[in-house]
């Protein structure tokens, strides 16, 4: 099965910070990735799939790369609504992978 | 718009079979390509449990195989989730959600998610 990884776990971050998340799989997974943004009390929201196109209605300043294995997600200026847990996840061959989540809060 | 929304039992006793509905509404199951659900303990992170097609393909995390029954009624717009004998680590928010797959034969991402449901497992 494919494993994924997130670093960090935790960032704490200003409002208008640059803010990188990223994500490793334990193999290619080509493109098949996405990111959601999850705040407390609320279900997950897609952000980016196919590792960086954007899901309609999210802000530019979200944005998502990849090198080999390893999937960066990027907000170019954080906002107060972007306080909240960030996941990663991948699907090959039927089977669904999240990342452990990577929590953004306030400095 | 797509919508999703669960229902179900809260509380479930130790043993016994989970069991959740997922009512789509504002799209046809029918044309939907993938539905799926995925759990969340709390203040953990999320699990995927498994998909089914619309036609009735199902597939589960091996983990969780031996345990769980995805299945899919089209007339009513309905998806369902059961999962049988249960224990406390099974409580968690269940969430169900679309599956889809942009530039891909098959699908790797959930784009519409339901609100999501607690079930808590105790006697």
């Known amino acids: 099965d494919i494993q994924m990884t997130q670093s960090p776990s935790s960032v704490s971050a200003s409002v208008g910070d640059r803010v990188t998340i990223t994500c490793r799989a334990s193999q290619g997974i080509t493109r098949r990735l996405g990111w959601y943004q999850q705040k407390p009390g609320e279900a997950p929201k897609l952000l980016i799939y196919a590792t960086s196109s954007l899901q309609t209605g999210v802000p530019s300043r979200f944005s998502g790369s990849r090198s080999g294995t390893d999937f960066t997600l990027t907000i170019s200026s954080l906002q107060p609504e972007d306080f909240a847990t960030y996941y990663c996840?991948?699907?090959?061959?039927?089977?669904?992978?999240f990342g452990p989540g990577t929590k953004v809060d306030i400095k | 718009q797509v919508q999703l929304r669960e229902s179900g039992p809260g509380l479930v006793k130790p043993s016994e079979t989970l069991s959740l509905t997922c009512t789509v509404s504002?799209?046809?199951?029918?044309?939907?390509?993938?539905w799926g659900w995925i759990r969340q303990p709390p203040g953990k992170g999320l699990e995927w449990i498994g998909i089914i097609y619309h036609r009735g393909n199902t597939y589960y995390i091996p983990s969780l195989k031996s345990r769980v029954t995805i299945s899919v009624d089209t007339s009513k717009s309905q998806f369902s989730l059961k999962l049988s004998s249960v224990t406390a680590a099974d409580t968690a928010i269940y969430y169900c959600a679309h599956a889809e797959g942009f530039g891909e034969l098959t699908p790797y991402y959930f784009d519409y998610w339901g609100q999501g449901t607690l079930v808590t497992v105790s006697s």
């Open positions: 996840q991948q699907a090959t061959d039927f089977l669904f992978t």
């Open positions: 504002g799209y046809s199951i029918s044309s939907g390509y993938y």
